[in-house]
C-alpha cells in the first residue's frame, strides 16, 4: 500500500512565499515522476509542475519563475516553493506520483492541500 503526505499548505498575502512538501511512503519499489497539480473551485484539476526521476522539470506558464519544483529521490519527497504568489493561485494543491510497488505500476494522488492567497 502507498501514500502520499502533503503538508505545507495555509493562507499568505499577495506577494508572500509557501512551500509545499509531499512524502511517499508504504511498499514502494521506485518512483518514477512526482508533481503537483491544483484545481480551483468550478474548474478542472491542472498541472503545476512536475520532475523526472533524473530532475527534468516542467512548469505550467502560469507559473514560470515563481515557483520551483524539487525532489528527493532517498527519500522519496517532491517539494514546491512558492514564491511571489497571486491570488489565482488559490487552489486545492495535489501531489502526484508515478509508483512502482512489487505489484502494480501507476499514479497515486494526495489527499490535497489548501492554498489560499489573499489580495
Known amino acids: 500500500q502507498v501514500q502520499l503526505v502533503e503538508s505545507g499548505g495555509g493562507l499568505v498575502q499577495a506577494g508572500g512565499s509557501l512551500r509545499l512538501s509531499c512524502a511517499a511512503s508504504g511498499n514502494i519499489f521506485s518512483v518514477n515522476a512526482m508533481g503537483w497539480y491544483r484545481q480551483a473551485p468550478g474548474k478542472q484539476r491542472d498541472l503545476v509542475a512536475d520532475i523526472t526521476s533524473g530532475g527534468t522539470t516542467n512548469y505550467a506558464d502560469s507559473v514560470k519563475g515563481r515557483f520551483t519544483i524539487s525532489r528527493d529521490n532517498a527519500k522519496n519527497t517532491v517539494n514546491l516553493q512558492m514564491n511571489s504568489l497571486k491570488p489565482e493561485d488559490t487552489a486545492v494543491y495535489y501531489c502526484?506520483?508515478?509508483?512502482?510497488?512489487?505489484?502494480?505500476?501507476?499514479?497515486?494522488w494526495g489527499q490535497g492541500t489548501q492554498v489560499t492567497v489573499s489580495s
Open positions: 502526484n506520483a508515478y509508483i512502482r510497488t512489487r505489484t502494480a505500476y501507476g499514479p497515486y
